[in-house]
């Protein structure tokens, strides 16, 4: 089944200790991308991968870090997480990064940083 | 710079009534693409339409339908003989050159029984 999977689902932790959230695709998408979604605000881009080795600030990038070592993969990194990083963590792919193509999402990651 | 409004933050209706949803966007590109987006209560995004900016013709599936000005800057979504399945978060968002979708805020949209 095609699918982006997000792992973990859900995760309460504290302030400052470092969290990755994974994010696999198996549709050989080559542009994936991470977005956060807050109340009132919607959804808004934090980083995006063209393709492997090539990533690119979205809208709000601080706090962050990504990396795309492989084309399926494409984790998104807190190193020193913060309490207004608390959201819902969307990954998303697309077969190429052309700004028609419909993007699939995963079921979401919801982050509670105490 | 892209910007997406959808200015009606909650809609409440009876099931089988028609709900409109209204979305506008700006943008100054003059090739562009508006998506719509529908969030279930279970919290997962779906697909549910892409419109280019060169294709102003309406749309209809089923008992959805998109209508597309440009001359207002809109990409209105209207739902028909709504359904308590229906109740969720809509999304518009707008995409330019790279693939990177600017979203609106959400609608959401409770059908009542």
């Known amino acids: 089944e095609a699918q982006v999977t997000q792992n973990p689902r859900y995760l309460i932790t504290v302030t400052g200790k470092k969290l990755t959230v994974t994010c696999s695709q198996n549709?050989?998408?080559?542009?994936m991308s991470w977005y956060r979604q807050d109340p009132g605000l919607g959804l808004r881009q934090i980083y995006y991968?063209?393709?492997?080795?090539?990533?690119d600030k979205g809208d709000v990038p601080e706090g962050y870090k990504v990396s795309r070592k492989e084309k399926r993969n494409f984790p998104l990194i807190l190193e020193s997480p913060s309490p207004n990083q608390t959201s819902l963590y969307f990954c998303?792919?697309?077969?190429?990064?052309?700004?028609?193509?419909?993007?699939?999402f995963g079921d979401g990651t919801r982050l509670s940083i105490l | 710079a892209q910007k997406v409004t959808q200015a009606q933050t909650e809609i409440s209706v009876v099931e089988k009534e028609d709900v409109t949803l209204d979305c506008v966007y700006e943008?100054?590109?003059?090739?562009?693409?508006l998506f719509w987006y529908k969030q279930p209560p279970s919290g997962e995004l779906v697909f549910l339409i892409r419109?280019?900016?060169?294709?102003?013709q309406n749309e209809i599936s089923g008992r959805y339908s998109w209508n597309f000005q440009k001359s207002t800057s809109s990409f209105n979504f209207t739902i028909t003989a709504s359904q308590v399945v229906d109740s969720a978060v809509y999304f518009c968002?707008?995409?330019?050159?790279?693939?990177?979708?600017?979203f609106g805020a959400g609608t959401i949209l409770r059908v009542k029984s």
């Open positions: 419109r280019n900016s060169f294709d102003e």
């Open positions: 549709m050989n998408h080559e542009y």
């Open positions: 998303a792919s697309s077969f190429r990064g052309y700004s028609n193509q419909p993007q699939h």
């Open positions: 968002a707008l995409s330019e050159r790279v693939n990177k979708l600017v």
């Open positions: 943008t100054r590109d003059t090739t562009y693409y």
């Open positions: 991968s063209m393709n492997v080795e090539v990533t």
